[in-house]
């Protein structure tokens, strides 16, 4: 009876956000030429919000994002074919579903917006996609979330293969041209 009253407790931001089934359409085939709409059911949204509910801070936050949304893009996966695609830009052999940058970031940014819709983000809000220029990698695109002191933060999926844990890294180091496990 505890479990119960205490999972119906987690569960009363999720309801009084409205939330029901969610949808969003992800992009694919570079460039977001091609798009699908993935929906999320109502306890897939729940288990969601109950994954991101225990954070105690943002930085704890932004740990539970990274599976978070590694589970959204495997559960589009199941509904999409951008289950093919590979870490970067280069190891997706021109597979139907492959995505670039400008699919992860837009894709992502409609998934973190769908969070933050039913309350799920209490340490971050979503802000503007997210733009860095070098001379290795012409230009790249992320999403990007901002905590409450105004740190802002890259939230990329590119870096890795679909449906791994995002990278979510300080958006000035990310825009000084960071990478992962650097």
């Known amino acids: 009876m505890r479990r119960l009253m205490a999972g119906l407790l ?16 992800v992009c694919f085939n570079y460039g977001c030429q091609s798009t699908q709409t993935v929906v999320y059911a109502p306890s897939q949204m729940l288990s969601l919000h109950s994954a991101l509910d225990g954070s105690v801070d943002a930085a704890d ?32 052999d021109e597979a139907y579903g492959r995505m670039d940058c400008i699919d992860h970031a837009r894709t992502t940014d409609r998934m973190l917006q769908a ?29 990007a979330i901002e905590d409450a002191e105004g740190h802002r933060y890259a939230v990329d999926t590119w870096f890795r293969d679909h449906a791994e844990p995002a990278v979510v890294m300080d958006l000035n180091r990310w825009k000084d041209g960071g990478y992962p496990d650097e």
């Not at 987690?10 to 359409?25: I, K, V, Y």
């Not at 969070?115 to 070098?134: C, E, N, Y």
Request: proline share 3%; hydrophobic share 45%; net charge positive.
């Open 61 to 92: 936050e932004r740990g539970r994002l990274q599976y978070v949304l590694a589970r959204m893009y495997r559960w589009a996966g199941e509904q999409s074919p951008i289950h093919v695609d590979r870490a970067g830009d280069f190891l997706d």
């Open 115 to 143: 969070l933050q819709a039913v309350g799920a983000l209490k340490f971050h809000r979503v802000i503007d996609i997210q733009r860095r220029t070098s001379w290795v990698i012409m230009q790249h695109f992320s999403a």
């Open 10 to 25: 987690a569960a009363m931001p999720l309801l009084a956000a409205g939330a029901g089934e969610q949808s969003l359409e």
